[in-house]
């Protein structure tokens, strides 16, 4: 499948956000590329079904904060240039326990009506922060660390990401799946799949995310591997979710006892059932 191909698919027949979700836990579990779009509009992102993206980013822990900074720059980057290629690395964290290293790809692309979007792919890697280092130093040999590194989103020309691919190539397979994009192809089936799923046992409503992972799970679409982290210890999830009244189950790392659970969110609050206890989980 081509790239155009694959955006105006996204465009044109959004997913809503617990099968995306889903989505990209099965192919971060398998290594697979996952390969996702953003619109770009009035200089920001926001997802195909219309929501803004930095309203959905947790930024009350300082590791939040840290890497909105860098969703800030790449934004910015995109709003300034009409041609953009950002590489941004997120290194392994204590408070993120065994979750691994996760690189985000993110291309400008401007289609023939001039909408302007971001082409997207989350490549998850199992490899300590010195080997992800090494890898962005082929684009900035300057960056001093991993912790560095996490805030610094960059900007390789293509020569330079040429030779950034080329380098992946030697720690993952992943590399080739960029390079001939079977990754859209993998991502669209895997849509379909989910799509079904969600229509054959009749998910709707509150919980969906976590009733559609449970099909996922039971029917082995999961990966072996470790999924990698949200945006931070307690990350991303669906902005309803959190009204009062409702509540919903977003399986992380906790960053009090370090364990993997399923942490309840309701109240404007996640807790977790193993250590009881709780942290501000704010997306406005």
């Known amino acids: 499948m081509l790239k155009e191909q694959f955006i105006y698919y996204q465009i ?157 190539a030697e720690v993952s397979s992943q590399a080739e799946a960029i390079t001939d994009n079977s990754d859209l192809q993998a991502k669209t089936d895997t849509y379909a799949t989910l799509s079904d799923i969600k229509t054959s046992v009749h998910v709707y409503g509150e919980n969906t995310y976590g009733v559609l992972l449970g099909e996922a799970k039971s029917r082995q679409l999961i990966g072996e591997h470790e999924e990698s982290c949200p945006p931070t210890a307690f990350g991303m999830m669906e902005k309803h979710a959190l009204q009062a009244g409702e509540k919903t189950i977003l399986k992380c790392t906790c960053p009090h006892c370090k364990n993997k659970v399923d942490a309840e969110i309701s109240g404007g609050k996640i807790h977790c059932p193993k250590c009881g206890r709780s942290a501000i989980y704010h997306c406005h």
Do not use: M
């Open 12 to 168: 044109n027949a959004p997913q809503v956000k617990e099968v995306e979700f889903v989505a990209s836990e099965i192919h971060e579990t398998k290594r697979i590329p996952d390969s996702y779009v953003f619109l770009e509009q009035d200089g920001k992102f926001y997802l195909p079904c219309g929501e803004k993206i930095e309203d959905c980013i947790e930024k009350e822990s300082d590791l939040g904060r840290l890497e909105y900074q860098a969703f800030e720059r790449i934004q910015d980057e995109f709003s300034k240039k009409d041609k953009v290629i950002s590489l941004w690395f997120s290194p392994p964290h204590v408070l993120r326990g065994n979750c691994p290293s996760k690189i985000i790809i993110s291309e400008k692309i401007t289609l023939p009506n001039k909408q302007e979007v971001a082409f997207n792919r989350a490549i998850v890697l199992d490899i300590p922060s010195q080997d992800l280092l090494n890898l962005a130093w082929v684009v900035d040999p300057e960056i001093s660390s991993s912790e560095t590194l996490r805030v610094t989103p960059l900007f390789p020309d293509q020569a330079e990401f040429a030779r950034f691919v080329s380098k992946l």
